[in-house]
């Protein structure tokens, strides 16, 4: 069984700065994707970032340049660099995990399992 916990979340003004954390647990996949998605009220979950095993990332076009996808494999740990946040990245964020050989894409429906997300709040 597949455990992915987020961590990291707060308020914060903008320009300002955080570091999510997912905590991955319950899989053996020796390949996989791992990514970044948000969703705040009343909108759709968003697709932010996203990494593989080899370290082959890709950004929604909202964040380039401002977020900052990695993973400690050692640690099983995705992580998101966020800085110059803006009200506008106020959101749940989620982690979520594609095992297996995967591609690198910000598609919701492409990843089976999820985290129950941590709230980021941006105040302008």
């Known amino acids: 069984q597949v455990q992915l916990v987020e961590s990291g979340g707060g308020s914060v003004q903008a320009g300002g700065s955080l570091r999510l954390s997912c905590a991955a647990s319950?899989?053996?996949?020796?390949?996989?994707?791992m990514a970044w998605f948000r969703q705040a009220p009343e909108k759709e979950r968003e697709g932010v970032a996203v990494?593989?095993?080899?370290?082959?990332?890709g950004y929604a076009d909202l964040v380039k340049g401002r977020f900052t996808v990695s993973k400690d494999n050692a640690k099983n740990t995705l992580y998101l660099q966020m800085n110059n946040l803006k009200s506008e990245d106020t959101a749940m964020y989620f982690c979520?995990?594609?095992?297996?050989?995967?591609?690198?894409?910000?598609?919701?429906?492409?990843?089976?399992?999820w985290g129950q997300g941590t709230q980021v709040t941006v105040s302008s």
């Open positions: 979520a995990l594609r095992g297996g050989p995967c591609v690198v894409t910000l598609i919701r429906s492409f990843y089976p399992d």
């Open positions: 319950g899989y053996t996949y020796s390949s996989n994707c």
């Open positions: 990494i593989d095993s080899n370290g082959l990332t």
